[in-house]
Structures are given as C-alpha cells and as structure tokens.
C-alpha cells in the first residue's frame, strides 16, 4: 500500500498531474435503462476539473466505454461524450471494452510510463464501477491516485439479496474503501480546484 502520511497531508498535485476523464458519455442519460443516480452537480463539477487542468496546461487522458449492446455502443448517440467535455483538448484517447481504463486502446499504463507520470486525478462515471476500478488498479501500479468522489456519479444497485442499494450510499462505500485500504486520496473538487490553482512544487 501506499504511504500512509500521503494521505493525511493536505493534497499537493504535480505539475504534470495527469486528469484520467473516464467515461463522460450520453448513454449515461437514459435514466430508463440505469435508473436513480446520486450526485446531480457532478456534471459541473466534470466541467470545472476539466477546466482547470486545460488553463494550466496538465495532461489530459480522455477515456471512452464501447459496449456490444445497450446505451454506450459504438454508431449510436449514447456512446458520444457528453457537452461538458466533448470540446476539450486531450493528450490521450482511450477505448475500453471492461472496467478499468488500463485496459484499453491504447495502452494508459506504457503511455504515463513513457512520459514518467506518477500522479493521476480520476473523474467521470461510474463512481463504483469504472472510476473505482481505474484507481484501484492505478494504486496497485505504484501511482499516487487522487479521487474527487464529488466529480462523479453512480447508479442504484440490486445486490444479490434482491435488495436495492441507493446510489449514494454505493458512492460512501467507494470512498470508504479506497481511503481505508489507500488505493487512493479521496477529495472534494473544492480541495482538487484549490490545489490546481497552486504554483506546482
């Protein structure tokens, strides 16, 4: 695991900090087909990491879900990414088909080696799904993972008791357990914006 006084201390963020955008697509709309979500500023809050990483100049990885079937498959609308980053510049595209961004096209893990990346901020949708994957597996590769669980959203879920667990609650649980096993350092957007905002040590 990774050093635990990193995670007590207030968040610094390196200048070359890279912004992991993670599945910020239209197919997340259809309320039909995943039903209640948690978090309605998370779009916003999207949009002003997004933001701020573009007016310093950090690198950008843009990362899209291409699913066989459902909202997010490729040709049709629900696979297009969503407004609020759809005009941004990125560093890097990467199409997935599981989870985590790491296994993708092309390949995050060798281009964040190549560039000697150490640091990444994970955002977009699904907290508990592709987000948590993302920083887990970015966690167990050595890099210090940041987690604004506020610039993200998830979707109830039933468990396998039949019962439904509300989105928000599934979103506790996320933060709970990267904190706890320190996978990653949960954050609000206002600490993230904040520390954006500082000259980069």
């Known amino acids: 695991m990774t050093n635990t006084s990193a995670f007590n201390a207030p968040l610094e963020l390196a ?14 709309d259809d309320r039909e087909y995943w039903g209640e979500r948690d978090n309605p500023e998370a ?25 066989t079937d459902g909202p997010l498959t490729p040709g049709t609308p629900g696979y297009e990414l969503k407004p609020v980053v759809a005009g941004a510049a990125w ?12 296994y993708g096209t092309p390949d995050l893990h060798a281009w964040l080696q190549a560039r000697g990346a150490t640091q990444l ?3 977009g949708i699904m907290t508990n799904v592709c987000n948590e994957t993302t920083a887990r597996m ?8 940041v987690f604004p669980i506020d610039a ?3 979707f109830a879920m039933a468990g396998p008791d039949g019962v439904t667990v509300p989105a928000a609650e599934l979103s506790r649980a996320t933060a709970a357990a990267l904190h706890t096993m320190r996978f990653a350092k949960v954050v609000g957007t206002a600490e993230l914006l904040a520390a954006a905002a500082k000259p980069a040590s």
């Open 121 to 123: 901020v994970t955002i």
């Open 91 to 102: 560093d890097l595209h990467v199409t997935k088909t599981v989870n985590s961004a790491f």
């Open 15 to 28: 200048a070359d900090a890279v912004l992991v955008v993670i599945d910020v697509q239209q197919g997340f």
């Open 152 to 154: 993200m959203h998830t």
């Open 138 to 145: 970015g966690g167990n590769l050595g890099y210090d993972v």
């Open 43 to 67: 779009e916003e809050r999207i949009g002003a990491v997004l933001a701020a990483w573009q007016e310093t100049g950090r690198p950008v990885v843009m990362v899209q879900h291409r699913s």
